[in-house]
Structures are given as structure tokens and as C-alpha cells.
């Protein structure tokens, strides 16, 4: 057998050097053809020809996501493959390394964002976003574009951040290939319906090198555990501890949970996603008050059961949207409740505080049949929880810390779903979990760069995370955690560990808030200001900020103290100051986990 000369191996690598894997695959299978056309073999004319017909050059097309925990980043890069196999020339970028200058070179833009918050973009397309929406922004009438917005359905401003970028690239000039579809927590079918929807038209549109076939070949992907929400491991419960002592308005549990024999990893500031049923009262509360029988056969997606069963483990029960009971007054003919269901300034208390229960109590409905009454309803998905532990420092296990939800509303007693369920359970208990990869609240690579760690509550579940997994390597120093929580004697979680590491040097300061132990409350936010002079110093030496908590009052109060204190201590304007701690966004040194 002749082999090539150097020279000729030189040239061939330099002709396929910068081409995808699919056209590798094309140029293979083409040279493969040549080979036997030179043989002279009978019926090889047509293959050479349709070979040589296939266009030189393929559609250029680019998948943009913007994601928080990663749903939007899955979806793309399946989409990334699947047109890749069909031999497209294609892009994947996240929005946050997205380059602005690029977009007037767009031909297709597919995109996939979901919202963050309240209608707001994930942290990692803010740049992103500022640049689209801004004066400098391109006219994109040569460039074809679709969206798939991702959201949760429980905020007023639904998939908002897709439904926006799609109105801006219309209003950019660009031209939709598909329509914008808004999909819910559980987003799985009508994301695949939205990708078989854009395969099929960028196929038609224009073939492509990929349409010629020279045989299957396995397309490279990217290993992930094999459970997911739909398909969790059941995993043992180990150990449950309340943390909280008596005399305190809450109680707040550390959970120890099994994950041996399961092959899942997981990093600091990942999310554990944890499968949860509904209470079976709840359930029945609901069909007695509606009159029904329970085993009523239902449809859901395509899957047929009894309405007990579907109440029980896939409607979502114990919250109601503004939504819902814009679609509830129109099923019911109630035109009182439709107009205060259309005014945010009205039903607040209702929206925080009842459950699906109140809602029928409160507009009783004449009829309701079950199909109707699980069509209304809002998926019953898996509770997620910041991961409190260390893969190195704890193999095999996963902890969690879960704040119980129980109030009193019109004379019963409501809870949350899942913590009320984890509140009864105990050790071999086994929990339906799976990993969410939180590629947006990551560790910095450097081990000696400064980490500022800011969490009220149960938001400090990431930073033990974070604490112990650098005691497992070693790290000391350069880690700066402030803690808040309302008193000092029931409710300093992990308060022995937090000393711990304060003595080995794990952990360099801590700055604590107890909001209840005076007059005058003091919140995190004001323990920043105060050492907004040591603060601003750790920002100047490149230190990473993280704030984990809720995201209404904490966290935009956190926000708010950062640009105060970069203001007061570098003399630059409040407008100046927001600019600053945006670019710590872009540049990933300053990340949010926010509920």
C-alpha cells in the first residue's frame, strides 16, 4: 500500500483544518467515492455526480443561549448537533462571549434564552442585551431568525426576555423563521417541537453538504448524568438535622443524601433538583370541592390517567399565578375577577398566599369538568435546592438545606410542597433527585483570587459549598462570607462550621446580620456598606462577588449596597458605579443564585 508524501499530508491536513465535523464526515465519504469512480466499478457514475453537485458551501447558521441554570445551554447545544449532522456550518456561542460586532454578519440566528427574575435577562446576557437594545444595535434585514423563550410560568413577567429579544430582531429588520415560543418548567416537548420546526425549514430552505450520505457516523457529545427531572435516582436519605433552635419563627433542615451507585457528579454551585408529590388532603380538598370523582381518566401531554393520580404528582397545587386566575375568571364567566386578575396592585395577598383550594373556595365554579380543571393548571415540577456540599469533601453524597414553609391562610394550615414532604422524612427514606449544572455561579480557576460570599438564609447553602470544598484542597484565605439571618441564638446556621473554618484560616472574615436581636433591623446589605471600604478594596484586587437569596428584597437590596459602596470609595457617579458592576457581571466575577 502507498502511503502519502509528507508533503501531500501537509497539504491534506491544512485543506480540512478548519472544517466542522460534519464536513469532515462529507469530504471523507466524497474522496471515498473518487476512489471507487477510479476503479472503474459499475453504478458509481450517478454517486459521483450527485457527490460533485452538493453545494460547496453551506448555510451559516448560529445558536445563541443565554441561560442561568443551563436548560437554555442543553437545548442549544442538541440543536448544535443535529444541525451540524445535517451539515450546516454552525455556531454555538453563549450570549455572554458573544462578540456585538458580529451581529450584522448573522445569516441565521437561532436563539434560546430563558428569564431571569422578574422578566429580566440571565446575568450572562445582560451585555448581550444592552447592546441589542441600544442605538448602536444594526438593521438585520438580510438575517432570519428564530426564538425559544424558557420560563416559569409562577411570575407575572413569563418568558419575557425571549419575547423580547424576538420583537427586537423583527423590529431590527430581521425575518422570523418561526414563530416565538414561550415554554414552561416543563419545557421538554414543545422545545423539541421548536427544533423539528427549525430543522425542517432550514433544510428546506437550502440543502446542504449534509444531505448527501455516505454512511452513519457517530456525532461527538457531551457525557451527562443519565437522570433528570423526568428520570431522577432514587437516592437515600442519611441523615436529617434541624438546624434551628427553639424559640426561632422557623424551621430550617440540613438534609444528607445518598448518591452511591449513581455515577452523578456535581460542583460547587451546582442545584439539586428534588422530585415532590402533593399532599394527598390538598387533593382530595380539591376534587370534593369541585365535585368530582377522583378516577376520572385526565390527558396530559399525550399521557392518559386518573385525575387523582394527575392531581398528586403533575399539577402544581400549592401556588396560583395572576394567570391562572385570568384563565379561571374566563372559564367561570366571572367578570369581576377577570378585571382584578388584570390589575397587578390587586389580589397580592391571594397571589402570595393561596393555594389551589382557595381559589375554588373563594370563585366557586357552577361546573368544572377534570379535563378542564388539569388544563388550567400549571406543571407540578421538582423543588431545586443550591447544594450545600462538597463533592470532594463528601463523595457520593449530596447535602441540602431546606427552609420549611407553613403558614395559616383563611383558617388552614398551607405548606410548601416539597419542604413539607422533607419535613416528615427520615433516614432510609429514599427522594427522586437529579443535578442541574449552575455554570453561571462558579468558583474562580485561580484559587488565590479573593471570594466575597453574600447569603441571608438558606442562601448560604452554596457557600458551604464553596467553603468546604477549598478545605478538601487545601485553599486558605481570600474568602470573605457575610451571613444574615434574624437571631443570633436560634438561627446561626452552621454556625460551628463557619467557626471552624474561621480557625483553620478556610475562611478569612465573616460579617454577620441578625435582623431581630435589636430595636433597629440590620440586613446584610447595610454590613456591606459599612466595610465599604474593605469591600471596595477586595473589588480593586480582583476578588469575585457571589449573592445567593431571594431576589426581591436581598438580593436587589445587596445589589443596590454594592453600587453605594463603589460609588462612595472610588468618586465615581451612581450611574458610573452600575456600569462598573455590570462589566463584573460580563466578566463573570460577580454571579448570582436568586429565587
Known amino acids: 500500500m502507498q502511503l502519502l508524501t509528507p508533503q501531500q499530508i501537509e497539504q491534506a491536513s491544512n485543506a480540512v483544518n478548519n472544517l466542522t465535523p460534519a464536513q469532515k464526515v462529507w469530504v471523507s465519504g466524497y474522496l471515498h467515492g473518487l476512489s471507487l469512480q477510479a476503479t472503474s466499478q459499475p453504478g458509481l457514475e450517478q454517486f459521483s455526480m450527485t457527490a460533485a453537485a452538493a453545494p460547496a458551501v453551506s448555510q451559516k447558521v448560529t445558536v445563541l443561549y443565554g441561560s ?69 444595535a444594526p438593521k438585520l434585514d438580510h438575517v432570519k431568525f428564530s426564538v425559544l423563550a424558557l420560563g416559569d410560568s409562577s411570575y407575572d413577567e413569563f418568558c419575557q426576555t425571549g419575547f423580547e429579544l424576538d420583537a427586537r430582531l423583527a423590529e431590527l429588520g430581521a425575518t422570523r423563521l418561526t414563530d416565538v415560543i414561550g415554554c414552561d418548567v416543563d419545557y421538554a416537548d414543545d422545545a423539541a417541537s421548536w427544533q423539528e420546526s427549525v430543522l425542517e425549514l432550514l433544510k428546506t430552505e437550502a440543502p446542504s453538504v449534509g444531505d448527501v450520505h455516505f454512511g452513519a457516523m457517530p456525532l461527538a457529545t457531551t457525557t451527562e448524568s443519565e437522570y433528570t427531572e423526568q428520570n431522577p435516582f432514587k437516592a437515600e436519605v442519611l441523615e436529617t438535622l434541624v438546624l434551628t433552635d427553639e424559640g426561632s419563627d422557623k424551621s430550617v433542615m440540613h438534609i444528607e443524601i445518598s448518591l452511591e451507585d449513581s455515577g452523578i457528579h456535581y460542583a460547587p454551585g451546582d442545584i439539586v433538583a428534588i422530585q415532590t408529590n402533593n399532599a394527598e388532603d390538598l387533593v382530595d380538598g380539591v376534587i370534593k370541592e369541585l365535585g368530582l370523582d377522583g378516577q376520572t381518566l385526565v390527558t396530559i401531554k399525550k399521557q392518559t390517567l386518573p385525575l387523582q393520580e394527575a392531581l398528586l404528582t403533575k399539577r402544581e397545587l400549592t401556588h396560583v399565578t395572576r394567570k391562572q386566575l385570568k384563565d379561571y375568571a374566563a372559564l367561570i364567566g366571572d367578570v369581576e375577577l377577570a378585571a382584578q386578575a388584570e390589575d397587578k396592585g390587586q389580589l397580592l395577598t391571594e397571589i402570595e398566599a393561596a393555594d389551589v383550594l382557595d381559589m375554588l373556595q373563594l370563585w ?102 464553596f467553603l468546604f470544598d477549598r478545605d478538601a484542597q487545601g485553599i486558605e484565605g481570600n474568602t470573605w462570607l457575610f451571613f444574615g439571618e434574624q437571631r443570633f441564638q436560634t438561627d446561626f446556621l452552621y454556625q460551628t462550621e463557619w467557626q471552624q473554618f474561621l480557625k483553620s484560616g478556610v475562611l478569612e ?45 436581598m438580593a436587589k437590596d445587596v445589589h443596590q449596597a454594592l453600587i453605594d459602596v463603589i460609588a462612595q470609595e472610588s468618586e465615581r457617579s451612581a450611574e458610573q458605579a452600575s456600569e462598573w458592576l455590570d462589566q463584573l457581571i460580563a466578566d463573570k466575577r460577580y454571579q448570582r443564585d436568586v429565587y
Open 68 to 136: 442561568q441554570t443551563g436548560n437554555s445551554r442543553k437545548i442549544a447545544e442538541k440543536l448544535h448537533a443535529q444541525l451540524e449532522s445535517q451539515g450546516k456550518q454552525v455556531t454555538l456561542q453563549n450570549m455572554l462571549n458573544y462578540r456585538s460586532s458580529q451581529l450584522k454578519k448573522e445569516e441565521h440566528l437561532i436563539a434560546v434564552v430563558s428569564t431571569h427574575g422578574n422578566g429580566e435577562p440571565p446575568d450572562e446576557a445582560l451585555g448581550f442585551f444592552k447592546f441589542i437594545n441600544s442605538a448602536k
Open 364 to 465: 366557586p365554579a357552577k361546573a368544572l369538568s377534570a379535563q378542564a380543571l388539569v388544563d388550567l393548571l400549571r406543571p407540578l415540577s421538582a423543588r431545586q435546592y443550591s447544594i450545600a456540599s462538597s463533592e470532594t469533601a463528601s463523595p457520593e453524597e449530596v447535602h441540602v438545606l431546606v427552609k420549611q414553609v407553613e403558614y395559616e391562610y383563611r383558617g388552614r394550615v398551607h405548606g410548601g410542597v416539597c419542604s413539607t414532604q422533607l419535613a416528615g422524612i427520615e433516614n432510609g427514606d429514599s427522594l427522586g433527585v437529579s443535578i442541574k449544572p449552575n455554570s453561571s455561579f462558579k468558583l474562580p480557576e485561580n484559587a488565590e483570587t479573593k471570594v466575597i460570599m453574600i447569603g441571608a438564609g438558606t442562601g448560604v447553602a452554596p457557600f458551604r459549598s
Open 509 to 553: 472574615k465573616m460579617s454577620v446580620a441578625f435582623s431581630r436581636d435589636q430595636a433597629e433591623k440590620i440586613y446584610v446589605q447595610q454590613r456591606i456598606v459599612e466595610q465599604a471600604k474593605s469591600v471596595y478594596q477586595w473589588l480593586e484586587e480582583g476578588a469575585h462577588v457571589y449573592v445567593c437569596g431571594d431576589m426581591n428584597h
